[in-house]
């Protein structure tokens, strides 16, 4: 396992195995993870198609579980929580960046980003405070009572990134955030996660087979075939160091 | 608040079909509430009708209901004026009461002398005063009114008779009575002849009511047996033939006044009575009334058998056509029930299907289980209770206009036809139980796809397409 001078990593994945079963057939999606995330990074998980990379962010997002192994976010081992617990951890420890943006096509972008707040039951001061707040951070301040529907792909996204952020989650999950968006959005968007992330200092783990992310990273974990084949952390100021696992 | 919010929007979101599931709500709420003040006036009308008729209670001798159809007369009630007026002076009673009437029937044989026929009837000899103000009574405030009875300040020897006797004794024509079938055979063979001595007593009884011609009604001779066991005579004029509803009583009713109908049956004995017909202001104290009137006759007179019968007992037809009608009520609303139950069902199905990727979503952001079911069945419930309230309202709506419309209907066992009134403002637990209690079923019929929304995993969710 990798380790760190981090005194408290964000996620702490350790021996987690997972598959699913496809009619009668089990098939292993990820096998023997040891990864830590280091709190206030920015790391990308690469690899190609079918790798296993929405699996591992689903179980570092609690919204899965492993078949084997254990897995810690924010100090808390999630394999104890029930369901409802684990709604409440997400709600307050985490926040979600989808590739298809998933904002709540009834609400506008300004409602949108409100929701986490609404249900972690926020004042009305708090929510007022915060919301238009992210709203000018994601340069959508003029945009607050479209719908979804009436915005952009890059704009949706952004809207997403501030719905991810509002309630100061300890991480933030993207699940390959632009794949659905042209290059030059897609850049501009990665650009505004990177920002958002140095601003709040919040983790961010997002997944992308796009290589040419990788400048933008902290750490990179390379996965193929399920496995962890290699992690590059850049510590401060500093070129990449290699801490594949043996 | 915000679920509120959402449940709102998302309905509005699929206008055509959350429209559609409102008008089967609202259609269905409206039937049932239409059937219901169909029904309601059903029961307004008959009740109406038996009250001015009979009045809500009968005070009679134990028997006389199950045993004195045979011979009424031996069940008479002794001193009636006496019970009559210790009712009517009881001070836990007066408030309740507006009419204390005895009544005598009795059963006998009408002939028509000038045309040799003659037929067995069943007689009632009211108090004409009593009854007509018993005819006034309009508990319900329905369109309804009675024509004038017309025996009130007739002469003590007339008489009202049903068509079908007037049909049998050959009085159509003089009675003025339309559609009167006249028999294409002249037989004898219903007995309308009337025997030998029985003509010899009602030519007697003739001769001493005056000459003929003195009136231009046309008269009856009354035969029954009095109380003594001898036979006796009356002449009657018959004022009018009244249509009675149904055939069987049609065919032998004779109305008289009550001291024409006592001289026949008592004779010079002392007059009794076989009913006191009481009429209440309002039907709903009838229980209290009853029992407060047992008091009463317990104390009067403890030495008859009399007990109290409200028209519900006396009117078995009155109770099973009620409890049709309650029965067909509950048919419907359970057929409507079904219908709302799959139509919100499907509707919220197909919402749960289409939102997969949203409770996936939302889930991951933090929403507990209960709260999306929560959302879901907020939205059958909004469904349930727009379609029901609109539902409602519209039938308050076609029941102001029908009943302004004045239609009328012949409703089985009515003399004539009676308004068509649709009581659905005045039963208010119909009013308000209807739309709830399909608002209920609404909002259960969303619960099974909300509780599958519910239980939906996040990756799985999240992953559909």
Not at chain 1, 22 to 34: M, Q
Not at chain 2, 28 to 51: D, H, M, P, R, W
Not at chain 2, 171 to 189: D, G, H, M, N
Request: hydrophobic content about 45%.
């Amino acid at each position: 396992m990798t380790m760190s001078n981090d005194p408290q990593p964000v996620a702490l994945l350790s021996g987690v195995d997972k598959s699913y079963r496809l009619d009668a057939v089990e098939v292993p999606v990820l096998k023997r993870i040891e990864l830590l995330v280091r709190p206030g990074h920015f790391t990308v998980l690469l690899g190609p198609s079918g790798s296993g990379k929405t699996t591992l962010l689903n179980l570092l997002g609690c919204i899965d579980r492993p078949d084997c192994g254990s897995i810690t976010v924010a100090g808390c081992d999630i394999g104890s929580l029930n369901d409802d617990e684990l709604s409440d951890f997400r709600a307050k420890n985490i926040g979600f960046i989808f590739q298809n943006f998933n904002l709540l096509p009834v609400l506008s972008a300004y409602e949108n980003i409100e929701y986490p707040l609404l249900l972690a039951d926020a004042s009305a001061k708090v929510r007022g405070d915060r919301v238009p707040k992210l709203l000018e951070a994601v340069g959508l301040s003029d945009r607050a009572k479209n719908l979804p529907g009436q915005l952009s792909g890059g704009q949706r996204q952004r809207v997403a990134i501030a719905r991810a952020l509002v309630r100061k989650p300890k991480l933030v999950i993207a699940d390959e955030p632009t794949a659905n968006l042209d290059s030059r959005t897609g850049q501009a968007i990665l650009s505004l996660m990177r920002k958002m992330q140095r601003r709040y200092k919040i983790s961010f783990i997002f997944s992308s087979h796009d290589r040419s992310v990788i400048g933008a990273a902290d750490d990179t974990v390379h996965l193929q075939d399920g496995v962890i084949q290699r992690i590059r952390r850049r510590q401060a100021d500093a070129p990449f160091e290699d801490t594949s696992p043996s | 608040m915000i679920d509120l919010s959402i449940a709102v929007r998302n309905l509005l979101r699929n206008r055509r079909r959350s429209f559609a599931t409102f008008i089967a709500l609202a259609v269905g709420t409206s039937s049932v509430l239409l059937f219901g003040g169909f029904s309601a006036n059903i029961e307004a009308s008959l009740q109406t009708a038996y009250v001015r008729a009979g009045g809500h209670l009968q005070i009679q001798h134990r028997d006389f209901f199950l045993f004195g159809s045979g011979n009424p007369t031996a069940y008479g009630i002794q001193d009636d004026l006496k019970i009559i007026q210790a009712i009517r002076d009881d001070d836990s009673l007066r408030a309740d009461i507006t009419v204390v009437t005895p009544t005598l029937q009795f059963s006998g044989i009408a002939g028509n002398y000038d045309a040799g026929v003659s037929r067995t009837v069943i007689g009632i000899g009211v108090v004409a005063a009593d009854q007509s103000r018993m005819r006034a009574w309009n508990g319900y405030q329905l369109p309804q009114t009675d024509p004038p009875f017309v025996l009130d300040g007739a002469a003590s020897d007339a008489a009202i008779i049903g068509t079908g006797v007037a049909r049998v004794l050959q009085l159509c024509e003089s009675l003025q009575v339309s559609s009167c079938p006249k028999r294409t055979v002249q037989a004898a063979a219903d007995g309308a002849a009337i025997p030998a001595d029985i003509a010899a007593l009602a030519g007697a009884e003739r001769d001493a009511a005056g000459p003929r011609g003195a009136s231009n009604r046309p008269k009856i001779e009354l035969l029954a047996t009095n109380s003594g066991g001898t036979p006796n005579v009356v002449s009657a004029q018959v004022l009018k033939a009244e249509v009675q509803g149904f055939k069987e009583l049609d065919e032998v009713f004779v109305m008289l006044q009550m001291p024409q109908a006592q001289r026949l049956v008592y004779g010079r004995m002392q007059p009794q009575a076989t009913s006191v017909h009481v009429q209440l202001v309002h039907s709903d104290r009838i229980d209290q009334v009853k029992k407060n009137m047992a008091t009463v006759l317990e104390r009067v007179a403890p030495e008859q058998s009399l007990v109290v019968r409200d028209f519900g007992e006396l009117n078995p037809f009155y109770v099973q056509t009620i409890a049709m009608f309650g029965t067909l009520f509950g048919f419907i609303f359970v057929l409507i029930g079904v219908i709302v139950l799959f139509t919100v069902s499907n509707t919220m199905n197909t919402a749960v299907v289409e939102r997969t990727v949203e409770i996936g979503t939302i889930r991951a952001i933090g929403l507990r289980r209960s709260g999306v079911e929560r959302l879901f069945v907020l939205e059958g419930m909004m469904l349930g209770v727009a379609g029901a309230v609109s539902g409602a309202l519209f039938a308050l709506l076609v029941a102001a206009v029908i009943n302004q419309l004045g239609l009328t209907w012949l409703p089985p066992g009515s003399g004539g036809p009676l308004p068509l009134v649709l009581l659905v403002w005045n039963d208010k637990f119909m009013l308000l139980g209807t739309p709830l209690g399909l608002s209920l079923i609404a909002t259960l019929s969303a619960w099974w796809p909300a509780h599958r929304a519910s239980r939906l995993g996040i990756v799985d969710a999240l992953r559909h397409v």
